[in-house]
């Protein structure tokens, strides 16, 4: 008999601490009940915000324009679904 089992089992045998075996069960079930609904409220909340990225992620617009002299350089981005086609060139002004 190992020495973590028989201080456990002498544990469970006190009775002059105030702390029986019922008492014991009934902390532990209420600590994994607790657990047990903690950890599904954390799963729910990160499903939660990986949607929310996701959609602020759908919902980025990259177009830009740049004009150096006479150049100017531009990216139109789209909806992604929608038909419009990317507009990506460079124009020559004024050349």
Not at 62 to 86: A, E, H, K, L, M
Request: hydrophobic share 45%; with cysteine.
């Amino acid at each position: 008999m190992s020495v973590l089992h028989r201080s456990v089992r002498q544990w469970l045998a006190e009775t002059s601490g105030g702390v029986d075996a019922a008492s014991f069960i009934l902390l532990a079930t209420i600590t994994a009940l607790g657990i047990l609904c903690g950890a599904a409220t954390f799963r729910d909340q990160l499903v939660q915000e990986f949607g929310d990225i996701a959609v602020d992620l759908e919902q980025l617009d990259q177009s830009y324009s740049i004009t150096i002299g006479t150049v100017t350089s531009s990216f139109v981005d789209t909806v992604p679904g929608n038909s419009q086609p990317v507009t990506l060139g460079v124009d020559a002004t004024g050349e």
